[in-house]
């Protein structure tokens, strides 16, 4: 590979890893198909490849690319007229959004992922939909984060790709009083991008902690664009609370660090306050959701900085209302560990037992590491021993496998 070569395919994974998802949200605004507005740019990236070495990296990577794949897009759109009933309305549709002006949304990326949360599109779909056009993730961390299997989470995008494009739904950004019944989407890829990216404790990998920055910088952009929404509040407190401990969750050696153990001194008290402030104004308008109970869960673990203590009653009462809210199993394991620490091991073990049979569990590994810690509590060595090495080999973290294997060393002991 020649030094032409090499920085040509630098710059074309930077500019995948950075802005993949926002070219294909681009292309698909156009031509309502995610699914030829990804072959489009997998082509022109293609093109890339071959004709940046020759005649140099362009100074504007990105429009050269969007270019590239629009002219892509065009020919394909072509060839397929010639097979199907056109549908001149909605590409009049598509020519009205390209050259509206989004005053009513201040960020093009922000107004992408309204215009991705479409009340046609089902409803458990569109979170997953912004985040892999939108915001660039693959269908297996999509997977991930809504604990599905990666094949099937891929079959369901295929498929509301190809409902967008059958049914003719319009990709367009909405209007500022279309924005409401879309929130739910929209926060839940936004909490799903900051998870993302605080699956990076240390704060290695710079495509995660930007993710994690980017995340929060869209949540405070929604929180002033509908102020008047307790949970876009609610998701903003929630981040800046976790955020606020992002120091502490290594020590100087690398190794993780888990929350009860950390030093509070460690902790960002300015973004602790500002979260609780946050929390305060969405708790005042009356309306109880997800976001608000993660966010108070939180402040309810961050007592331990003034207290010494963190509040376990109030986390499990808030672990309570959230199961009723959401009846998420990873809820119900958090409910299980706050049950351990009020009502003791064998409560919260019996609590881990109910979620046995759950097949959404059976690859997850903070249900087999609290399982080994409650089990090992209870004196059930041999049980705990299985249990750990269940999570040890589910964990992709070095850190944590180590801290769960120091755990079961101790238990052996």
Known sequence: MTERDALARAVAERVARESYGKLVAFLAARTRDVAAAEDALAEAFAAALETWPARGVPDNP????????????????????????????????????????????????????????????????????????????????????????????????????????????????????????????????????????????????????????????????????????????????????????????????????PLGEQDTALWDSTAMDEAETLLRRAGAMGVLGRFQLEAAVQSAHNVRRLAGSADWRAILALYDALFALTASPVVAINRAVALAETAGAAAGLSALDELAADPRLAQHQPYW???????????????????????????????????????????ET
């Open 62 to 257: 990105q429009a050269w690319l969007l270019t590239a794949a629009r002219r892509k897009s065009i020919d394909a759109g072509r060839s397929r007229r010639r097979s199907e009933d056109a549908a001149p309305h909605l590409t009049l549709m598509a020519e009205e959004m390209e050259s509206q002006p989004h005053r009513d949304i201040p960020d093009e990326r922000l107004a992408l992922m309204f215009a991705c949360a479409h009340p046609s599109i089902d409803e458990a779909l569109r979170a997953p939909l912004i985040l892999q056009t939108v915001l660039g993730f693959d269908a297996a961390a999509i997977a991930s984060a809504f604990l599905v299997a990666p094949s099937a989470m891929g079959q369901r995008l295929v498929r509301a790709k190809a409902k967008i494009r059958g049914a003719g739904i319009p990709f367009r950004v909405p209007a500022r009083d279309e924005l409401s019944p879309r929130l739910d989407a929209v926060l839940q890829a936004i909490y799903a991008a900051y998870a993302e990216g605080w699956s990076d404790p240390a704060g290695t990998d710079p495509q995660r902690r930007n993710l994690a920055g980017e995340a929060i910088w869209l949540g405070r952009l929604v929180a002033s664009l509908l102020p008047g929404e307790p949970e876009a509040l609610g998701l903003l407190a929630l981040m800046l609370h976790a955020e606020a401990r992002r120091a502490a969750r290594r020590d100087a050696g690398g190794d993780f660090v």
């Open 369 to 411: 590491a609290a399982r080994a810690e409650l089990l090992a509590r209870c004196g059930r060595i041999a049980q705990a021993d299985e249990a750990y090495e269940q999570a040890i080999g589910l964990e992709a973290d070095p850190a944590i496998r180590r801290f769960l294997l120091r755990r079961r060393a101790r238990r």
